[in-house]
């Protein structure tokens, strides 16, 4: 399994940005996926999942309103559409998925929201 994130930046308040999850090493479209993400000095937090066909989303109130999670599966492909970004939006994010009772995590793509 390989999970490889990617569209993370330096953004100002309020700005945006979309964070690609490019998966490999299991089968994508049968296989819900999520993203999650570490901030400085804080345990990793869930932040948003997507089911197998991405017909049911879900996300956390931190970000519920602001934050679209999707996905391509013809290109193995999960997003992360960021709105509105707040300062404690700072943090590396991760995509990651549960295959055959393990859980794999990407590198991160890191975050940072600055003015």
């Known amino acids: 399994v390989q999970l490889v994130e990617s569209g993370g930046g330096l953004v100002q308040p309020g700005g945006s940005l979309r964070l690609s999850c490019a998966a490999s090493g299991f089968t994508f479209s049968r296989t819900a996926m999520s993203w999650g993400r570490r901030a400085p000095g804080k345990e990793r937090e869930w932040v948003a999942a997507?089911?197998?066909?991405?017909?049911?989303?879900n996300y956390a109130d931190s970000v519920k309103g602001r934050f679209t999670i999707s996905r391509d599966n013809a290109k193995n492909t999960v997003y992360l559409q960021m709105n509105s970004l707040k300062p404690e939006d700072t943090a590396v994010y991760y995509c990651?998925?549960?295959?055959?009772?393990?859980?794999?995590w990407g590198q991160g793509t890191q975050v940072t929201v600055s003015s």
């Open positions: 990651w998925v549960v295959w055959a009772g393990n859980v794999y």
């Open positions: 997507i089911t197998s066909a991405g017909d049911s989303t």
